[in-house]
């Protein structure tokens, strides 16, 4: 089925210096573009060694163990939609980024680490579809994981992603919602859906309930009526559920996984977990 | 995450527990306010391959709607959205990210559907972008609203006139 | 040719260079394996969470041709792939001209394939040489991720079995210079073995067993 794209296309081609067959769509994106000016030979090499340096059994493996087949190409939606460019199948984008700083032990310029970084993030969505699909069930996307760690530590994140990171890193949720602003919102919607089914509940930090419930940060922000419909359906159920609006930790979405910073990724999942058992949970529920 | 092997608790997606739901019977579905046009089920990365709950997803959708078509590849094998990896937040590269999951349109004209359900925030998103870039003639739809608009709300709960 | 033909080289392929070529093998495969679960080990994620019935199902799915998505996807490169690789390891093993040598030298035998099958065996292994090398050539996705390392192990698996075939029915070459050939370069695979790439031979298991161990904790399958 044809089906013609209808948006204005973007005239500045991006070629890459290292990679010739690499021909991209200019874009500008100031997280990328202004953070490698600041980058020093040996900045990039400190964080090649804090992602890489150390050999383990799984980069050991997956590096050694690739024959170069190209298999893995079919699975990936970026290389099917691109009418089979090679430059989009998951080998290469592995080719691009990690074989490429490994065989160069992480002496590289700051163009390349342009180059990595918008490989890694913005052409793969770690899908894991690629693993279904290599012969030797490589882990194609825990390496693109590790390249997107190695970018995070140098700060080359595209501009909005890295926002988002700053904002689980200040407020464990991704929109900046504070704790009054929260608590609002869920009774606001309570009072508006009282209308619309009888007795209808939000509540708050109830304790020894069935299921609590941790919405995404954007649903009290902009999508509230995510909210009426699940008070709806667990009131229509008759389940005994409850929110949790103390310590900041309610948000599920786990965005700083993207960049794969551990530390922020841990003190969101540990907030969880522990209100969950403050409250002594059986179910939480994430959102959708 | 990996340190929490053994928790005093489930940890699930709101289509799993929605699953229990009507299994166990404590949410019904009314016959009379089925989805009758043509829906197609978007299966997200991270709920498929990296959860295993297809089977669930199917068993509500099945519920809920009369006339289901699977979009091909399915299940663990279905594309992703490109949006859930972190591509989702990236507005600059909008149309770039669109240009790069044409085969997601193509699978999902291929099937026919007026509705997708997307059990996904992430999927929702992308979808919506494609959507917008390629002007493709679909519904988006959670499996929330799906529920919502379907169940059954016995009489002791509807609100009063007036 | 005087030398390729010459006794001395024969003799010394067939005694030091035999005894050289398997001890690197075995002693550098079990090196490498032996380095890899090592590695593991110190990775506190791995090995807890392996899951041997998962792996075993996984490499069962992946090791019949045909029982796995992506084999399906790919008819040709599937039955060249089985053809080759199962050619690569069953035809040394079980070759009447092979089974004798080792009868010779420690008196131990065991089933041989028919002249005719192991001909016939030998040519699609040859045909699956050349199949991968004209993948690289001209598939542009498998292009673009070549190196030339990945042209020389093809091109040692290429000529061990094409001089093989050829000193059996005296072709091209005299026979003492086509076996001996055939032999140096028998010796050169098996010791490139554990220091190629072609180590992905034992890596698989590895690698696989981890992928389904994963795709068993997340409920899925992996094929």
């Given at each position: 089925m044809a089906v013609k794209p209808q948006v204005l296309e973007e005239k500045e081609v991006y070629i890459s210096p290292y990679f010739p067959e690499y021909v991209r769509p200019k874009i500008e994106d100031p997280g990328l573009d202004e953070t490698i000016k600041r980058l020093t030979p040996e900045k990039i090499e400190k964080a090649y060694q804090a992602v890489f340096g150390k050999e383990t059994a799984r980069i050991k493996a997956i590096i050694e163990t690739c024959i170069h087949c190209g298999l893995c190409a079919e699975a990936c939606q970026w290389y099917l939609s691109n009418d089979r460019d090679p430059t989009y199948s998951p080998v290469a984008k592995v080719k691009m980024s990690a074989w490429e700083l490994i065989k160069r032990k992480g002496k590289v310029e700051p163009g390349l680490v342009y180059h990595i970084a918008r490989v890694v993030f913005t052409?793969?969505?770690?899908?894991?579809r690629c693993s279904l699909y290599c012969p030797f069930g490589l882990d194609i996307t825990f390496i693109i994981g590790l390249v997107r760690r190695f970018c995070f530590l140098l700060g080359v994140v595209p501009q909005r992603m890295f926002e988002m990171n700053q904002a689980f890193m200040a407020t464990l949720n991704q929109v900046w919602i504070s704790q009054s602003d929260y608590i609002d919102t869920l009774m606001w919607r309570e009072e508006e859906g009282m209308y619309e089914l009888k007795n209808l509940r939000v509540p708050?930090?109830?304790?020894?309930?069935e299921v609590i419930w941790y919405p995404l940060a954007a649903e009290p922000k902009a999508g509230v009526y995510h909210i009426d419909r699940i008070a709806k359906i667990f009131q229509v159920a008759g389940v005994n559920w409850a929110m949790v609006t103390i310590n900041d930790a309610w948000d599920s979405s786990n965005m700083p996984m993207f960049t794969r910073d551990f530390f922020t990724m841990q003190r969101i999942v540990k907030g969880l977990y522990e209100n969950a058992a403050k409250f002594r949970a059986k179910k939480l529920v994430l959102t959708e | 995450m990996l340190g929490y092997k053994e928790l005093p608790f489930e940890i699930m997606h709101p289509g799993e527990f929605y699953y229990e739901l009507l299994v166990s019977g404590r949410l019904k579905i009314d016959p009379a306010k089925k989805i009758k046009e043509p829906v197609t089920l978007q299966d997200p990365c991270n709920i498929i391959r990296r959860a295993g709950a297809a089977e669930k997803f199917r068993y509500i959708v099945r519920q809920t709607c009369e006339n289901f078509i699977e979009m091909y590849p399915n299940r663990e094998h279905n594309f992703c959205c490109n949006a859930g990896g972190g591509l989702a937040v990236l507005a600059q590269w909008l149309s770039h990210k669109a240009r790069g999951n044409r085969v997601k349109v193509e699978q999902i004209m291929a099937t026919g559907a007026k509705i997708v359900i997307t059990p996904c925030h992430n999927c929702n998103t992308g979808l919506k972008d494609i959507i917008g870039y390629w002007k493709f003639p679909v519904k988006l739809m959670f499996l929330d609203e799906l529920l919502v608009n379907t169940m059954h709300i016995p009489e002791e709960l509807l609100p009063e006139e007036g | 040719m005087g030398f390729l033909e010459s006794v001395a080289l024969y003799s010394f392929l067939r005694g030091p260079m035999v005894w050289l070529a398997f001890i690197i093998f075995i002693f550098g495969s079990i090196y490498r394996i032996y380095t890899l679960i090592n590695l593991a080990k110190k990775e506190k994620v791995v090995l807890p969470f392996i899951n041997i019935k998962a792996a075993i199902k996984s490499y069962l799915h992946w090791l019949i041709?045909?029982?796995s998505r992506n084999w399906r996807l790919k008819p040709y490169f599937t039955i060249f792939t089985f053809l080759f690789h199962t050619g690569l390891i069953f035809v040394p093993i079980f070759l009447y001209a092979h089974n004798a040598l080792w009868y010779e030298s420690w008196g131990i035998s065991w089933w041989t394939l028919p002249e005719i099958v192991a001909d016939v065996w030998t040519i699609f292994v040859i045909i699956g040489c050349i199949f991968f090398i004209g993948r690289r050539i001209f598939d542009p996705t498998v292009r673009f991720v070549t190196n030339y390392a990945d042209f020389i192990f093809v091109f040692i698996c290429l000529f061990t079995f094409l001089t093989g075939f050829l000193a059996h029915y005296q072709w091209v070459l005299p026979y003492k210079a086509m076996l001996n050939l055939h032999i140096l370069f028998g010796e050169i695979m098996l010791i490139a073995i554990p220091f190629t790439r072609l180590t992905h031979m034992y890596y698989f298991f590895f690698t696989r067993a981890w992928m389904a161990s994963q795709a068993a904790s997340w409920k899925t399958k992996d094929w």
């Open positions: 052409e793969c969505n770690i899908c894991h708050l930090n109830k304790e020894g309930v | - | 041709p045909f029982a």
